[in-house]
């Protein structure tokens, strides 16, 4: 029988004294974080009988701070997940035990997401999807004057008064979707581009890089306007419905927001004799299943587990500071999706 792992043992493996580690296991005096970790990580290592308790009480010693996680339709698997990863990234411990509340915004009027930042004044810190409004605008500036940190995630915002923005890159994601309607189309012809709301930046701005790749790659296609659907299922059924019955020469549709569901059930019950690519946003069942079948050629996905541990991350950061450092900018690459690789 092997012998247990003792206090020497967990010391020399995390490269420290004995001391110290006596220090970590009874808090009896403050240790930087970095160290506690190290030992934290060696008495998984090599099997301390505490490390358990160990984590508990290294826990235990960090100032907690209450963050509130603004999402937007509760019954949206994608903010479902986008939640959850939120969550679970507080989990892991850093220089501030972050404790979170999720909170689903059914509603995404300007008025009702101002209505909800005031009411989350209560929390340490913020994090949401939104709108880009004078409304909403106004509320994070005045939380950010009283020193409350606020992420916006997905989509940004027109101001400097924030914490900053975590999302994908829209410029890059617009021409991706661009380049694939034009490489993978027979024939030239029209393109139509469905959107949630030019509220939404991120969205916007994905819109006006598709747009742009054609201007200088496609000339020979034809940009239909962009149909706004409200990021609603129903709304981009009937869009994409529209769209197949007055333009029988359509060879390609964008959607560049929400309403995928509604789009691709459109799609297949109506457009099986057209030769339609399609390119969405985010690897769904729906969407995944489409992929397969052909009538979608490709979803871009938002890396959803790297956008939460960068989010968790800067707020902690945020809130261990000072004063609130300057607002950042954080665009990660967007996952891509094919028949081939789900």
Aim: proline fraction near 4%; include cysteine; charged fraction near 25%.
């Amino acid at each position: 029988m092997s012998k247990r792992p003792t206090i020497k043992d967990l010391a020399e493996a995390a490269g420290v004294s004995s001391a110290t580690v006596d220090r970590v296991i009874n808090s009896r005096s403050s240790v930087r974080r970095a160290t506690v970790e190290r030992v934290l990580l060696a008495a998984d290592q090599i099997g301390y009988h505490a490390a358990g308790l160990l984590r508990l009480r290294a826990d235990e010693a960090l100032p907690r701070r209450r963050v509130c996680f603004l999402m937007q339709r509760s019954v949206d698997p994608f903010y479902q997940r986008l939640g959850k990863a939120l969550t679970d990234a507080c989990q892991y411990s850093a220089n501030i035990k972050l404790d979170p509340e999720l909170i689903y915004m059914d509603e995404v009027s300007p008025s009702y997401i101002a209505a909800k930042l005031r009411k989350a004044a209560e929390f340490d810190a913020i994090a949401l999807v939104t709108l880009d409004h004078s409304l909403i605008t106004r509320e994070i500036e005045s939380l950010y004057q009283q020193g409350v940190p606020v992420l916006c995630l997905l989509s940004d915002i027109s101001t400097e008064q924030y914490s900053g923005f975590i999302g994908w890159d829209s410029h890059k994601v617009g021409r991706t979707a661009a380049w694939t309607i034009h490489h993978l189309c027979h024939k030239p012809g029209k393109v139509g581009i469905l959107l949630g709301s030019h509220r939404y930046l991120g969205q916007q701005r994905a819109e006006t890089s598709f747009i742009n790749y054609f201007r200088e790659q496609g000339e020979s296609f034809t940009l239909l306007p962009s149909v706004l659907n409200l990021d609603d299922d129903r709304l981009a059924a009937e869009s994409v419905s529209e769209l197949l019955s007055q333009h029988p020469d359509l060879v390609g549709i964008y959607s560049a927001g929400g309403g995928s569901r509604g789009m691709i059930e459109t799609l297949r019950q109506e457009a099986s004799e057209h030769n339609i690519i399609c390119v969405c946003n985010e690897l769904t069942d729906h969407s995944r299943l489409a992929l397969r079948d052909g009538i979608i050629h490709l979803a871009i996905g938002t890396p959803i587990e790297r956008v939460a541990g960068q989010a968790v991350k800067r707020l902690q950061s945020a809130l261990a500071a000072r004063e609130l450092p300057p607002p950042i900018e954080i665009h990660l690459p967007a996952e891509l999706y094919i028949s081939e690789n789900i």
